[in-house]
């Protein structure tokens, strides 16, 4: 069973910066390609960002140049470092396995302007 904790979230104002957390159980996380995705408040969810086995990383054109992923296959862990947030960011993030239909709680980002 995947399990997802996502943390790192909350309230900054425009401009600032946030670091998430996404740790993984239930499965192999080392050969896995991991994803971040977030939902705002009447859209859709979006992938944001994912990152390979072997270290590759693709961005959503609304980020590229102020996020980057990155992962600990010793902590099951993945991150998004998000920088110059603008507004338009607030929303739900999470994270998830690629393949896998399992959710975290996800981590609430809001950005002020």
């Known amino acids: 069973q995947v399990q997802l904790v996502e943390s790192g979230g909350g309230l900054v104002q425009a401009g600032g910066s946030l670091r998430l957390s996404c740790t993984a159980s239930?499965?192999?996380?080392?050969?896995?390609?991991m994803g971040w995705y977030r939902q705002a408040p009447g859209k859709q969810r979006e992938r944001v960002a994912y990152?390979?086995?072997?270290?590759?990383?693709n961005y959503a054109d609304s980020v590229k140049g102020r996020f980057t992923i990155s992962r600990d296959d010793a902590k099951n862990t993945v991150f998004l470092q998000m920088n110059s947030l603008k507004p338009e960011d607030t929303a739900v993030y999470y994270c998830?396995?690629?393949?896998?239909?399992?959710w975290g709680q996800g981590t609430q980002v809001t950005v002020s302007s």
């Open positions: 998830r396995p690629l393949g896998s239909e399992s």
């Open positions: 990152i390979t086995r072997g270290g590759s990383t």
């Open positions: 239930g499965i192999i996380f080392a050969i896995t390609t």
